[in-house]
């Protein structure tokens, strides 16, 4: 059997709904978050957006064995029609784990889905051969250049029913570092600084997007993580003084939210004797690869009281902000010296 070829990550959600079940999805690539989107794709369709945990079981490839998949494997499914098991970093696994994989796939079970992924895939070694002349490779790329963002983001746009001309789209992918993930993040500003309205103007992306290689917010982030409050101000003076404070504000507060929800994240699983080393490659996938150690940093900053106490500042400095007659300048200077202030 010769091998199959492997199927653009777009080509493959595009046609996905439509195509017949198979027994194994085998998702290459290097970009994670593509990954996790493909991933999400299979497991939402054959086990439903509330997963039974009797039918479905997650696994690594650095930490499991083939024998504990093929346990799961053979297992009848308990309430849906298939019973699922996800193998995250195939590759690493071992050699002879591996092989005994290559060999199921070869012929599995029509009750069970196996879904595989691996940044590498040599078809050189006999276990790869088998395992993609037998399942439907999935490969998730970077972006080689615009027209490969400008082709994400007009799907996105469709999923969330957003209107963006043509020009507003070539600025926005002008605008950014060929990464899909970054590409996310970005969209995700838009959405926020553009209050869900449904339409993203030439104008909003030019003052959002166009000036996001600065990474102002990210600087305050930075600087937050460090506790460093002069440097905290700084960044908030600087990122003010260019900026119109009353459309800057709520955008800033759902950034830093987000940003130490990530943090109490951290510290929870710190809590539960979770390596850094685990909590960064397997707990913070909806974090950029490049930053997760900037949070694990943060977070040592930080206690666990500290932080549940800054998400109840920030709800609150959120409320002051819709119903409050104070500047906006002031609720942020406040929020900013009570963040790097506040103690347990």
Known sequence: MSKKAQIPHYDFLRDFPNQKRQNTYYIVGTESYLIDIVQKAIIQRFMGTEVDEFDFTMLYGDTNSAVNALEQLEMSPFMSKSRM???????????????????????????????LTAETSDARIASTKIIEENSVVIACRSPYGQE?????????????????DNNSIILFAGSIENDYSIASNELEKLIIFTKNRGNITYEDVEEVVGKSKSNKIFDLQNALGQRNLKMSLLTLENILSNEDPNKLIIFIITMLSRYFLVIWKILALRANSISDSEIANRHLNDVYYKFRNDYIYAAKNYNYQETK???????QADIDAKSLNIKEEIILHTLIFNICMIKK
């Open 309 to 315: 106490k800054i998400l109840s500042t920030l709800l």
């Open 148 to 164: 490969d963002l400008i082709r994400w983001l007009r799907a996105e746009l469709g999923k969330k029913k957003i209107n963006m």
């Open 85 to 115: 098991v996800v193998i995250r970093s195939f590759d690493q696994m071992k050699t002879t784990d591996k092989n005994l994989i290559a060999e199921y796939i070869a012929k599995p079970l029509e009750s069970s889905i196996l879904v």
